[in-house]
């Protein structure tokens, strides 16, 4: 089997001088994620669904909030955060995000193209941080769409059923919702890391949903002292504190929290990079 070494070679051996391209630079790199990102329709489709399940179902997590809080006693009262009840979207809004990171990666793979791609950018590292840092900045766009819509959208409905409603001046709240693209943008990141790891779709997509939903769903059962200190390090459930205006306080702070997942993807991602600079496809 030829790998992409062997390939390199064999063009650079055949291009004479005069018929070689002018050297890439990395804003070339970048473009070119860019230009893949966008002539897929299905990536398109998948944002413009996440957009909607984002605001939707931030309508729907706002209404069953105001039900509870009209239910609720006067002490749980005092804990319902209604910037936190519109923005709740987000647990749906990071798997399709952190989906995407993932195809960004093993599409190619799955189609060969990572053998082009190589090709035309011998240096992998700025292959891969192209590839991270466009859809970083799609995918924090993306997430500031659904975090002020799905706010600005939910907050009249509080309104409307005689529960506490806030706005963007309030304290603590531009920094919650802003924090929702934060959010997501780190999710994305760790699907590209993911899906550079395991270069495989479904591998990938497991490790991102038990890292994201089924850790932090299991470890309720456990007994309330290992709950309590996994809750609290669990890197998703503390990036996740930045979206709170009422701080849990078993948790970390908000950017405390953030910090602690930037860190976790950081590494995840440095991971990515060594492994993808080594190994052949």
Known sequence: MTTVTETRERVESTESPAGKARAYRLTDVLFSEWSKICSLRSTAYTLLATIALGVGLGLLFTAAGAAQYEDSSAADRLDFDPTATSIKSYIIAQLAVGV???????????????MTSMVSVPRRSWLLGAKAAVFAAVALVVGQIVGFAAFFVGQPV??????????????????????????LAAIGLLGVALGTLLRA???????????????????????????????????????????AVHRDPDM??????YGML???????????FAVFRTRDV
């Open 252 to 257: 970390f702070g908000p950017w405390a929290g």
């Open 158 to 183: 509080l309104d409307a059923r005689d529960a506490p409603y806030v706005s963007l001046g309030d304290p603590g709240v531009l920094r919650a919702v802003f924090g929702c693209g934060l959010y």
């Open 201 to 243: 779709t479904a591998g990938a997509l497991a490790v991102l949903v038990s890292v994201t939903l089924l850790v932090p769903t299991l470890v309720t059962a456990l007994p309330t002292s290992w709950e309590s200190n996994v809750q609290k390090w669990w890197p998703t459930n503390a990036g996740s504190q930045i979206m």
């Open 100 to 114: 995407l990171g993932v195809l960004v990666v093993t599409s190619e793979y799955a189609t060969k193209m990572i």
């Open 262 to 272: 930037c860190a976790w993807v950081a590494l995840i991602l440095a991971i990515a």
